[in-house]
């Protein structure tokens, strides 16, 4: 069929192609020309765009804030509920695995420390960046995640392990809490 008139109809009705692939499904069927197949198709453009760019940089690595801050921006792309990702980088900072830890709420996500040591050392990292997102808010940590930012130090300096950075990701912007200084010194590179 005609694509491009489909297309025209989609962001007339949702206003934008983004509210277009946030839509829900159901809404989505609603429209005249979007099938079961078409509305599949647009709610796993955001995980193929994920999935595109965490595999364009496997081979990438992360030795500044600024190579991480858009590493993990790209990764939360369409990400509608907070997640954790733990990365763990060898000697030179380039990444052994990136890995989701945990999945919460809209607003919430709980970190378990034991899964978390054993990810990194099981990797055989020599440091790691944790990274969570807040969806639909600002990517300004709470006490919560200064708090769970110490710990994690701690546990990981036990272990012989370097936490590089937290980074907080909030649509398309970011903190790295070693640049805000709550990591008491710069780990770049390692």
Known sequence: GDLNGLAHRLIERFGSFSAVIDAPSEQLLDVDGVGPH????????????????????????????????HYFIDLYLGIGEEQVYLTCLD???????????????????????????????????????VAHNHPGGVALPSQEDLATTGKLMQLLSQLGITLIDHIIVADNDAVSLSQTGSIPHKQWPL
């Open 91 to 129: 000697g030179r900072s380039k990444i052994i695995s990136s890995v989701m830890l945990h999945r919460g709420s809209i607003n919430s996500v709980e970190i378990s420390m034991r899964k978390l040591a054993l990810t990194a050392l099981n990797s055989g990292a020599a440091g790691v960046i």
């Open 38 to 69: 078409a509305a599949t198709l647009l709610k796993l453009l955001p995980a193929a765009a994920r999935y595109y760019a965490a595999d364009k940089c496997r081979d990438i690595t992360l030795d500044t804030t600024e190579k991480a801050i």
